[in-house]
């Protein structure tokens, strides 16, 4: 069973902590990120996410939303959590970070998009 609490690192250096789930599969959690968009002196940020179906499978899927707290930006992260055969834990994520435009007309501009791995540090 692949468990998503704990603290998380990607390739970028990026730093997250997911705290225990509920229940009903919701979860809290901090996001330290190592790069930005802007020039921004960067502050840790919440995350709230949700691990679909919680407890019943091995490699379970999960949704989550940092709201950056030094920019008007959002990344929204999708992704599941593997364990390979020595329990090495690993998060397989796809993200999309929209920024705030003034106008309609930057929409075009507005999302970047990626991949990012996770390992486990703690
Ligand atoms: C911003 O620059 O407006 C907010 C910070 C965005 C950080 C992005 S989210 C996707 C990627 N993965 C990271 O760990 N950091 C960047």
């Given at each position: 069973q692949c468990d998503l609490q704990g603290l998380w690192r990607n390739e970028l250096g990026s730093n997250m902590?997911?705290?225990?789930?509920?229940?009903?599969?919701?979860?809290?959690?901090?996001?330290?990120?190592?790069?930005?968009?802007?020039?921004?002196?960067?502050?840790?940020?919440p995350l709230q996410g949700v691990q679909q179906h919680?407890?019943?499978?091995?490699?379970?899927?999960f949704s989550f939303t940092v709201q950056w707290q030094f920019s008007d930006s959002a990344t929204a992260f999708v992704g599941q959590c593997f364990v390979d055969h020595r329990g090495k834990e690993t998060l397989e994520t796809t993200w999309l970070l929209?920024?705030?435009?003034?106008?309609?007309?930057?929409?075009?501009?507005?999302?970047?998009?990626?991949?990012?791995?996770f390992t486990r540090i703690k």
């Open positions: 902590t997911i705290s225990a789930m509920n229940t009903a599969g919701t979860f809290l959690g901090s996001y330290h990120t190592a790069v930005a968009a802007t020039n921004k002196q960067t502050l840790v940020s919680p407890g019943a499978k091995r490699h379970p899927m929209r920024e705030e435009v003034l106008s309609h007309k930057d929409t075009w501009k507005a999302t970047r998009v990626g991949t990012s791995t």
